[in-house]
């Protein structure tokens, strides 16, 4: 899936000191707030060596440093600021990990430096800086007053850069790029890259999309037993998010599982109900709703409920 979601326990749990800039920065880039560790009434004699190191210039020592104060280890008490100011100092020794850290706390107070810091590392060459520059310039995470608007091109370059070092999460974005019109030039290189991403990353996103591209044809040919091959996958390993959906994609989905008989979280066969799935592809089709409804997550849905229409009326 397009991000990680925290289980709303385990958030209440580990936020409640946490400022809601810093909160909102995190799940920016689906990651989980740190949970405090065990605090002890001093600090342990590792940390008066560790700050030691670091106090004497060496980048590691003070992202590890930083560490102790991110997420409150060998005695140390949680201080966001303090973290910050021992990331900042590793990141001017371009320190990947530290950089990484740095933007992602800086998001929620000041997205302008944020982006700056992220795209350094992105310039250093780090995969993970280069998707998340492809995340906010292509549009998949709105980052208010970072000052940046979406450019499509900029994104598929920072995406290509990430996905030829192999990572996973870049490699499912350029393909949703590439598939996110009718415009078929690119379906060739995103069906690889989507096979990719299921294979190396585990994406149960990855695999819903090519199954819905055979399902309907889009850049191949329509074939209904590869199309199941691939939804035969999910719930077996590759585990999707309801929440991640809006609702009119909830629709879609399951127009899919009555189409094809297979329960997508369960990953159980059903009885196949073409009656059903002509009702749920309809409903995916009608007009949105309210206003605060949750965003689309890809365009291709409506293509795949029109498409998935045309084949059970004739």
Request: hydrophobic share 40%; with cysteine; charged share 25%.
């Amino acid at each position: 899936m397009r991000n990680t979601v925290t289980p709303i326990g385990f958030l209440a749990k580990s936020s409640a000191t946490m400022p809601l800039g810093l909160l909102v920065s995190y799940l920016a880039f689906g990651f989980c707030p740190h949970p405090a560790s065990a605090q002890t009434d001093t600090p342990s004699p590792r940390v008066d060596s560790l700050a030691g190191v670091a106090e004497g210039g060496d980048a590691d020592a003070q992202y590890e440093y930083g560490r102790l104060f991110e997420v409150g280890a060998d005695g140390i008490a949680i201080d966001y600021e303090t973290a910050m100011e021992w990331y900042a100092r590793a990141a001017d020794q371009d320190h990947i990990p530290a950089i990484l850290l740095l933007s992602t706390m800086l998001l929620g107070s000041d997205p302008q430096k944020a982006m700056r810091v992220v795209l350094r590392a992105a310039e250093l060459g780090s995969a993970e800086a280069q998707w998340r520059g492809g995340q906010v310039y292509s549009g998949r995470i709105f980052l208010p007053l970072s000052g940046i608007d979406q450019d499509r091109e900029v994104a598929l370059r920072w995406f290509k850069l990430a996905a030829d070092q192999g990572y996973h999460r870049a490699a499912e974005a350029l393909a949703d790029l590439y598939t996110d019109t009718d415009d078929p030039s690119y379906y060739a290189e995103a069906i690889e890259l989507y096979r990719r991403a299921a294979d190396s990353g585990g994406s149960a996103w990855a695999v819903l999309r090519l199954g819905m591209i055979h399902a309907i044809g889009e850049g191949v040919e329509e074939s209904d037993s590869a199309a199941r091959g691939w939804f035969s996958k999910l719930g077996l390993g590759f585990e999707l998010d309801p929440d991640l959906f809006s609702d009119l994609e909830l629709e879609a989905l399951g127009g899919l599982q009555a189409y094809y008989g297979l329960d997508f979280l369960s990953g159980e066969a059903e009885q196949p109900d073409p009656a059903l799935a002509i009702e749920s592809f309809e409903r995916a089709l009608e007009p949105v709703d309210g206003l605060f409804g949750r965003p689309s997550i890809h365009s291709s849905f409506r293509r795949t409920s029109e498409g998935m229409l045309r084949k059970l009326e004739n």
